[in-house]
């Protein structure tokens, strides 16, 4: 992913990007057998779930919006809109921006973003 190999240009001794839930390679059905029941939004095959940069740089999800490094947090939702991101739900207690309908603050993402990038053609 360009997105990731900026980040660790920027930030050679950072924490990984680390990637949640994913849409299935091909799209399609993202219920229980895939650990996940609500993802509907994943079935589409360009969703994904991005876990924000800790505070601490520690390799695991945030827990509390406390622990988000805001700084390398909006720097991910900026990279990710360069590279063409369609779409970016964020956390609304995170307090990241971007372009009106294009970042937008979503209920439940406050320790993660989701991220759609557009259809690939031909």
């Not at 924490?15 to 059905?29: K, T, W, Y």
């Not at 490094?69 to 970016?88: C, F, K, M, S």
């Not at 609304?92 to 406050?110: E, K």
């Amino acid at each position: 992913m360009e997105v990731a190999a900026r980040r660790r240009a920027l930030e050679p001794g950072g924490a990984r990007l680390l990637i949640g839930d994913l849409s299935r390679p091909r799209g399609g059905s993202f219920d229980a057998r895939f650990g996940i029941v609500g993802h509907s939004t994943h079935q589409n095959g360009r969703d994904a779930d991005v876990y924000y940069p800790r505070r601490d740089a520690r390799e695991r999800p945030p827990r509390r919006v406390a622990q988000v490094d805001r700084r390398a947090a909006q720097a991910l939702v900026d990279a990710l809109l360069r590279a063409g991101a369609q779409v970016i739900l964020v956390g609304p207690n995170t307090g990241l921006t971007g372009p009106a309908g294009r970042v937008r603050p979503w209920p439940n993402h406050d320790d993660h973003l989701h991220v759609r990038i557009s259809a690939v053609r031909g």
